[in-house]
């Protein structure tokens, strides 16, 4: 098989299922399979499974009530069976002509009126068609690459690829798992015998080999790129800690142990001459931030300059303000760039990255743009780190050298995900929050009771503290939330005489955003209504309510940084989740989690067994480092065996796992240098 020899167009198509080459046909197991091997008489064919009949054709005809339909009666020695189809094109009525022998495979429905299939896979026989000897293999596909074209490049691949086993039986046997090339042509063909139930949980050992063969590929890429950053050369930071010292003594708190602990493990990062890539854990609340501005207090004591990036405009004007309040007064500069700056105060923070002059620079995307540069970057750090991609990091990367990576995110990261996406790095974890906190209470409420609610805002305000208001999350139209926003903002202003409402959605100009942020945090605003632009970082501590309303259309994730918005000063706090009833059984389970914990790891556990893994922390965007076949949960066991596994390899036999990743991660040395 030569791919080169495909046309563009073909190529272009094959790229978006992820074939870019002959191996990758190999690669392309099936989604499901059609078992066309076994004839079953009508009348005891089971239902609500795929199956293949055959008989003759008694009657066709085309009815027109309730609409225009092709029914037709075909019949075997066992009993009769109703054809219907909706839409049909002419060459289906003579598929269907009295007297012809059909294949039909669907599922049958038995209904009062008899049994039935609609829409059939239709096929006319002779008298003598064999039967499938193994099963049909459905792929995934995409428009245009009909599933005929797939299987028959597929088996030109597995005829021409060097299908030879890239372990040796030393490492595959322990394990119990099969060969590779028997797996790929087993799950490609199955054989009649296979039990179809170990083929459709992907419990067959064929599926396991594959499995256990794309995590080893993923650990074994994992540890090569934290091997190689081991190799570039960062700046040796050791601050005597005169900075950091001022800035403790200046804040009106003390870390928490859990602070300290994560901090000392960042400096000592820092003293070491190949670049940190250590990523900061902790619940909302939990106090990345100050943590932050510690270790760039470190680094700016050693004649560094410090990047901060943030996911939005809010949130990086809100740390640009907090962090120059704290570090200004130590004589530090602190500069903020983001892309809607005017023109002139762009050119001037530019200049004053460039030359050296800004020690902190704080911003959004704005900061992987070309134009910016630094004199000398030490310390870059990324907050919620999860809202980046990995082509972002990797452009703040070039900014010059190989500067250490701080990543803070407040997502949980499940065990099971730790050992696999994240590898590479190294976690630390702030596992308490702050003293004096007062757990939030979170109620679930009916949207049937909004006025006790409108009540509940105008009596916390009236204690003098603030509320959030967050609108529904409309994902199929921008515009519809945006009015949505604007709608409530107008009907809680009338509701509640006498308080001030604002309201911040994604459509805001930055600058007028920010003003908007700015009055809510000076209390000059009590109501703040907003779209989940608020989901991430605000900081507001005299909020001490936040209503959600149609809790029911969100993540958990998402409800849980929602809600930790409130709950971060000293007053007790609340969290309503409004839902729209009747709630479906899932939506209740759902909404109980958060109701029930605060746990944001016990949250992310859920999460991630109700949605998948593909959903959490930053994986989407890092997509190239999908897995593809195997479960994270489901397949702990494998994960445990690829783990060790790579280990094993890297130290003994690299040739092997060179040859491995080959296979499995061709061209992935970019993404590799993460
Ligand atoms: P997150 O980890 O979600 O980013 P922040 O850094 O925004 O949390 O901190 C939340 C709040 O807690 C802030 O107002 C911060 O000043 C405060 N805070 C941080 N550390 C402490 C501490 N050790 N004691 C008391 N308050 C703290
Ligand atoms: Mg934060």
Redesign the pocket.
Known sequence: MDFAALTPKLQSQLAKIGIGRAFDFVLHLPLRYEDETHLWPITDAPVGTQVLVEGEVQSCEVQYKPRKQLVARVADASGTLVVRLLNFYPSAAKQLAVGKRVRLFGEIRRGFWGDEMVHPKIRVVGKHNELNESLTPVYPTTAGLPQFQLVKYIGQALKSCNLADTLPASVIDPLNLPDFAGSVRLLHNPPPDVPQILLRERTHPAWRRLKFDELLAQQLSLRMARAARREQNAPVIRAKGELAAKLLAALP????RA?QKVLAEINADLGEPHPMQRLLQ?D???????VAALAACAAIEAGWQVALMAPTEILAEQHFRKLADWLAPLDIQVAWLTGSLKSKDKKAALADALEGRAQLIVGTHALFQQEVAFERLGLVIVDEQHRFGVAQRLALRSKGGSPHQLMMS?TPIPRTLAMSFYADLDVSVIDEL??GRTPIVTKLVSDARRDEIISRIAAKVQEGRQVYWVCPLIEESEALQLQTAVDTHAQLSEELEGIRVGLVHGRLKPAEKAAVMAAFQKNEIQVLVATTVIEV?V?V?NASLMVIEHAERMGLAQLHQLR?RVG?GQHASFCVLLYAAPLSELAQTRLKVIRDTTDGFEIARQDLQIRGPGELVGIRQSGAAMLRFADLEADTDLLEAARETAQHLLAHAPEIAIRHLDRWLPGREALLRV
């Open positions: 708190f003390g870390l928490t602070q902790g909302v609340g939990a106090g990345k931030t100050v407040a702050p003293p970082g900081d501590p930790g971060r």
